[in-house]
């Protein structure tokens, strides 16, 4: 490797980058990048025995049932950090800073115009008087709490350069702000549900402790239940997750994978696939749990000493209080599982030692009342022995989110790494003023104050959850009247996305300003948009914990020189910060070069290595953990004595009924104390039981996406031209991939490659048809966070952004969380001639052959 200080003679060098989708100001997916005559030529695998040999590594070792499981010696980046050179040279990089021609601040604002309006160019001084101005102006007239800071969830991941925070930091200064709070989007169910039982903070997922030992062992069977390993950790853990899958494959682990789809990982890895219908899940567990208490398969003995509710919950099982018993045949006609599959399944889980297995959630987790099937996940592990070897819930990416305290599923390195020292404008922290994410749009158009319960923040404990908030929180405070974004994907990453367009356009919200590499999306909706450089085009210090091989932290040096006029998030805040005389309280007087110090001085590896040495070798891999292998094995404490190892609940047991709901929210009829099958309710009507099916037929599944983080790589050709990627259409245009099984696809009439449309009564947005058996009838697939690509926004889209139609509804009732799959669509084929004509606008935009970006359609003058 070339160190990025000592340049070849011909312009070359390589630089170190963690090309991972954190956003949390935390690096992943390291990569080297070669440079050459200041252009980005590769980004290729890191190799560790660079400067530091395996001695110095202390490199770990699994060894189970004959076989060695150990790490490689290079990382192991996925296919998205090797074509990022495509993203940082994109067609759709904004370059400058921009105005949306018809808003005037001095005069007419026209927010109706949001997302159909173009941009005219400015200067950075101009625009950072805008802001100034607008900033200073807004809280003198309604207060400091009605500039809302949109900073937060996921993003390049950077540390000094605002990994979404920056402003929050600037507002601090100017008396304060409201913060969009984090939700556990990928964690939901768990969060709101499964906490309840096992009392894990601070997601909600098992205690994670030595558990690919444990599995390694003794886990004789795993379910990977609604997720895709092959697919959901590329973004920030690389393939570190697949590796694993190979390694149960070859140790002779039987894998079970329980989903709507034949996804990547069922395909490379399952010995058998369970289709079940998207948000049935519940209904599928309640019949296992049927069966094991009527043929008697369930462990009594740990049942009786480590759990509290148990006959309350075998109430609910056998319908002694709902008067129906939860059979596997009724089970049947809901989840499409045959009863004779749920009964196998359930007779097999007892007999072998089985772990539950997950990447991070997936849609299984992120629909309506996902809390039942998150609880009742834990109630089977429990009534199987939660603990006992070989029987836990694996989290398959290799970090415990927001814990960094050696829950660590992988071998424990002797520190874990953390670079926050750097940051100073960390948003994920509480504030006075708050609002979930899925709460925006009612905060934006309400008139009146309104509350809910639990901040939603995905790190904050479970008692956060009895908590009731308020927004305004007072009555000297007024509501939103202006939003700064460094995170805009709301609208094709949350629930409800068409009713955040209708929200977006309220004359009440006075000022936009997003911050963006690209224009994309919520940019669309925008003022004023800040260019933003890549961190390919910034200095960092970053870590890596996630790899799955060893944890390290690491120099970012400067690629190349910033594209246009972009600067960083830290230097875009920082050129406001200038115009409000502010400069230097907000950049605390130190230079990027002495924030990479304040981070190494406070990351963990201080002790370990002097600065200097640090600097020359522009990297440390923290070693091994000596006696690693003895360390608890997640659930294993409490399995062996819950006297001594209590769990974080009220009776320190596993809690089949909880006596935290029975005591907050005794009336909640949405989540009971005791887990119960809820297809429909007061919050919910997503299920095929209810009339609106009629209508709507088909369930949806939408999962992290295979050829996408969330929203980031849209415009990656090297990607789109892969045909799970994007479906080329009769017009030639490269629509979504929209998953239907050939039953369906032939009582529609739909071929492969037909243009269709998914619709309810929340709007539409088109598809390309991917005809499949993958996919189980009566479902259709469609992955989240596909490109905005408005038809009449706020109605419809072309770009497959099918978060547009989500449930605007949040969970359920006191449940804040997001609704982003497995609800009621229409599905029908369509002329793209016919709407051509009918929206000739939208349908005749110049698009970029390989990128299918809009050429300048956004932009008064061409680039």
């Known amino acids: 490797m070339v160190n990025q200080k000592n340049k070849g003679s011909n312009g070359e060098k390589t630089c170190l980058k963690g090309i991972g989708w954190l956003g949390f100001g935390l690096g992943a997916n390291?990569?080297?990048?070669?440079?050459?005559?200041?252009?980005?030529?590769?980004?290729?695998?890191?190799?560790?025995?660079?400067?530091?040999?395996?001695?110095?590594?202390?490199?770990w070792k699994i060894k189970a049932r004959g076989k060695t499981f150990e790490p490689t010696m290079r990382s192991l980046i996925p296919p998205f950090s090797i074509v990022y050179k495509q993203r940082v040279y994109s067609k759709n990089r904004i370059l400058y800073p921009l105005k949306r021609v018809d808003w005037d601040p001095a005069g007419e604002r026209n927010t109706q115009n949001r997302g159909k309006s173009k941009y005219a160019r400015i200067s950075w001084d101009e625009a950072a008087t805008l802001i100034a101005e607008e900033l200073q102006r807004v809280?003198?007239?309604?207060g400091p709490y009605s500039v809302l800071a949109a900073a937060d969830g996921h993003g390049e991941g950077k540390c000094i350069h605002g990994p979404h925070g920056c402003q929050t930091h600037l507002l601090d200064l100017l008396g304060g702000y409201t913060l969009q709070a984090r939700n556990p989007d990928s964690w939901e169910g768990w969060y709101w549900g499964a906490k309840h039982v096992w009392g894990t903070d601070p997601v909600g997922q098992g205690i994670q402790n030595n558990l690919w030992l444990d599995c390694s062992e003794n886990t004789e069977m795993m379910l990977f239940w609604g997720c895709d390993p092959e697919t959901t950790p590329w973004g920030w853990s690389g393939q570190a997750a697949s590796r694993l899958c190979y390694w149960f494959n070859e140790i002779g682990i039987e894998t079970i994978y329980v989903c709507p789809d034949f996804n990547y990982g069922a395909a490379a890895h399952a010995d058998k696939w369970i289709p079940?219908?998207?948000?049935?899940?519940?209904?599928?567990?309640?019949?296992?749990?049927?069966?094991?208490?009527?043929?008697?398969?369930?462990?009594?003995?740990?049942?009786?000493?480590?759990?509290?509710?148990?006959?309350?919950?075998?109430?609910?099982?056998?319908?002694?209080?709902?008067?129906?018993?939860?059979?596997?045949?009724?089970?049947e006609d809901i989840c499409g599982v045959p009863a004779r599959i749920i009964k196998a399944l359930a007779r097999k889980w007892h007999k072998q030692a089985t772990s539950t297995a997950h990447c991070n959630g997936g849609s299984y987790i992120r629909s309506t009342y996902s809390h039942e099937p998150g609880r009742l996940e834990v109630c089977l592990l429990g009534m199987q022995g939660l603990g006992k070897p070989g029987r836990n819930q694996l989290k398959m990416i290799e970090w415990q989110f927001f814990a960094l305290n050696e829950q660590m599923p992988g071998p424990r390195s002797e520190v874990i790494p953390n670079v926050a020292g750097a940051y100073?404008?960390?948003?994920?922290?509480?504030?006075?003023?708050l609002i979930p994410k899925t709460l925006i749009p009612q905060a934006i158009t309400t008139e009146e104050p309104f509350t809910w319960y639990g901040s939603s923040i995905a790190g904050f404990p479970k008692e956060d959850q009895f908590v009731q908030y308020k927004f305004p929180i007072d009555d000297k405070n007024s509501t939103l009247h202006m939003i700064w974004s460094d995170e805009p994907c709301w609208t094709t990453c949350w629930n409800g996305g068409n009713r955040m367009i209708e929200a977006l356009r309220s004359p009440k919200m006075e000022c936009i300003v997003c911050?963006?590499?690209?224009?994309?999306?919520?940019?669309?909706?925008a003022d004023i948009v800040l260019p933003i450089n890549t961190k390919l085009e910034e200095e960092d210090i970053s870590t890596d914990v996630y790899a799955g091989e060893f944890n390290l932290v690491y120099h970012e040096g400067q690629c190349i020189e910033p594209l246009g006029e972009s600067k960083s998030d830290y230097e875009a805040v920082g050129e406001v910060a200038k115009k409000l005389g502010l400069y230097e309280e907000y950049t605390k007087g130190k230079s990027i070069e002495e924030w990479v110090k304040e981070g190494f001085d406070h990351s963990g590896i201080e002790n370990m290595i002097?600065?200097?040495?640090?600097?020359?070798?522009?990297?440390?891999?923290?070693?091994?953990?000596?006696?690693?292998?003895?360390?608890?094995?997640?659930?294993?404490?409490?399995?062996?004595?819950?006297?001594?190892?209590?769990?974080?609940?009220?009776?320190?047991?596993?809690?089949?009924?909880?006596?935290?709901?029975?005591?907050?929210?005794?009336?909640?009829?949405e989540r009971k104390p005791v887990p119960q099958w809820i297809p429909f309710g007061e919050s919910h009507s997503e299920s095929l039981l209810h009339p609106r099916a009629k209508k709507y037929p088909y369930l949806i599944v939408s999962n992290h996406p295979r050829w996408r983080v969330h929203a980031n790589l849209d415009d990656c050709a090297w990607l789109r031209e892969i045909p799970t990627c994007k479906v080329k259409g009769p017009d030639g245009y490269l629509y979504e991939p929209l998953w239907i099984n050939p039953i369906d696809a032939k009582n529609l009439g739909i071929k492969y490659g037909d243009v269709v449309r998914i619709h309810n009564d929340r709007g539409w947005t088109l598809g390309g048809a991917y005809v499949t058996e993958r996919i189980m009838p009566g479902v259709i697939y469609q992955d989240h966070g596909s490109r905005l690509d408005p038809i009449v926004a706020g109605e419809s889209d072309r770009g497959g952004d099918n978060n547009l139609i989500c449930p605007g509804m949040i969970t359920s009732k006191n449940c804040a969380g997001e609704v982003t799959s497995g609800f009621l669509v229409g599905i029908e084929k369509v002329d793209v001639n016919e709407l051509r004509a009918q929206y000739p606008d939208a349908f005749n935009r110049a698009y970029d052959a390989k990128s299918g970006l809009i050429i300048d359609a956004w932009l008064e003058e061409g680039k």
């Open 30 to 59: 390291t990569a080297a990048v070669d440079v050459k005559d200041g252009k980005i030529i590769r980004i290729r695998p890191f190799h560790y025995e660079d400067k530091y040999k395996r001695e110095h590594m202390k490199p």
């Open 276 to 331: 079940v219908r998207p948000n049935t899940d519940s209904a599928l567990q309640f019949a296992i749990a049927y069966t094991w208490i009527t043929e008697d398969l369930y462990d009594k003995e740990y049942v009786a000493t480590h759990v509290h509710g148990f006959e309350e919950f075998k109430k609910e099982v056998m319908g002694e209080t709902d008067k129906i018993p939860k059979t596997p045949k009724w089970a």
């Open 139 to 142: 809280q003198k007239k309604y």
């Open 610 to 669: 002097s600065y200097e040495e640090f600097r020359e070798k522009d990297y440390y891999v923290i070693p091994t953990a000596d006696g690693w292998e003895n360390d608890p094995r997640g659930f294993g404490p409490f399995a062996e004595d819950p006297v001594v190892h209590p769990l974080d609940t009220p009776t320190g047991k596993l809690e089949f009924f909880s006596t935290d709901l029975a005591k907050y929210f005794p009336d909640d009829k």
């Open 515 to 525: 911050q963006q590499p690209w224009m994309e999306n919520d940019c669309l909706f």
């Open 424 to 433: 100073h404008g960390w948003a994920f922290t509480g504030n006075e003023s």
